[in-house]
């Protein structure tokens, strides 16, 4: 009885032991790697991405009434439509307006959607916009037919949204998986809502975060769509990070401002070319978790954009 009490005792401490050399040899490996947030042997994150469609407003059907070519010196519409493709949000602070009318004249702004009367368009919803147009005279084109091009602009206003999970895992419980010859597998989602401007995260050089420990987060907004952020930055107050689940440090103090681990800009931020320049945050994730648990970071992004069009229209003097 005294031997087989002392037989189990020694296998549990065979155990003990054996979970202590496991934790230790990942302690060893994340502190001369000089990194707390590496790639475990042991631990797979499966990454579930759902990137919805960028641009979310379509111009479609650009056409004149009557059908050119036009005589000089007549009166004639151009009209057009703006479309809501997304199925869920509301494109509000549409502002259309004819910037380079050519050699047209303008007799009548749009009625709608216009810079003094902005208008919204629901989900899924059309708008037909028109204007109304003249040919120049027959003298000012030295009775030469041609075809000018008219242009012009649909700005609109959106939020950006990402949500982004962040794994952080039990050191302990990893190696006992590892003792056990098996893999932790989780997954963690990454969302980016539709809208031509988007905001990537990624937790650099990592699958998850080792609780107690630290990692760190690369955001960069990426203008994924066919037009215009509307001068090339983010505005200032526009962009909101929450990281409140974890204590959250940066080198960027010019450019955030960060309370209770909900960070926001203070300035505004430069997209040059199609994204930003990286912005990257550290976070320390909680120390007390059982197993493994999933903490959600939301970002919200308010911006301008803009789109443009135009039509070819063929003029030719009258008799």
Same mark, same amino acid.
């Given at each position: ?54 641009? /979310?407003?379509?111009? @479609? ?9 036009? &005589? !000089?010196?007549?009166?004639? %519409? *151009? +009209? ?60 000012? /084109?030295?009775?030469? @037919? ?9 700005? &609109? !206003?959106?939020?950006?949204? %990402? *949500? +982004? ?155």
């Amino acid at each position: 009885m005294i031997i087989k009490f002392l037989n189990q005792w020694q296998n549990k401490e065979d155990k003990k032991i054996s979970t202590m050399i496991i934790i230790f040899s990942l302690i060893f490996v994340i502190f001369f790697s000089g990194c707390t947030t590496i790639q475990l042997p042991n631990l797979i994150v499966e990454e579930k991405k759902v990137e919805e469609t960028s641009d /979310i407003l379509k111009i @479609e059907n650009i056409e004149t009434i009557p059908k050119p070519p036009i &005589f !000089s010196s007549d009166s004639f %519409t *151009l +009209y057009f439509t703006i479309r809501n493709s997304d199925s869920e949000k509301t494109i509000k602070d549409i502002k259309i307006n004819i910037f380079d009318p050519s050699v047209f004249k303008i007799e009548k702004e749009g009625e709608k959607c216009t810079n003094a009367t902005p208008c919204s368009l629901l989900p899924l919803d059309q708008k037909i916009i028109e204007f109304q147009l003249k040919a120049p005279e027959k003298e000012e /084109i030295a009775s030469v @037919e041609i075809t000018p091009k008219v242009s012009f602009k649909v700005s &609109f !206003s959106m939020e950006a949204r %990402t *949500l +982004y999970d962040v794994v952080v895992v039990n050191l302990e419980e990893l190696a006992k998986y590892q003792q056990a010859g098996k893999t932790l597998e989780v997954s963690r989602n990454k969302i980016l809502s539709s809208g031509p401007m988007k905001i990537d995260i990624e937790l650099i050089n990592a699958e998850a975060v080792i609780a107690g420990k630290t990692g760190k987060l690369k955001f960069v907004i990426k203008n994924s769509g066919t037009g215009y952020l509307v001068d090339n930055v983010i505005k200032k107050g526009s962009l909101t990070i929450d990281m409140s689940n974890f204590e959250v440090e940066h080198d960027m103090k010019d450019l955030f401002s960060c309370s209770g681990g909900i960070c926001s800009n203070t300035d505004d931020i430069k997209i040059i070319g199609k994204e930003s320049a990286p912005m990257l945050f550290t976070i320390k994730a909680p120390s007390n978790i059982e197993l493994w648990k999933t903490f959600t970071i939301v970002t919200k992004m308010n911006y301008t954009y803009e789109l443009r069009g135009n039509k070819d229209i063929k003029v030719i003097p009258a008799e």
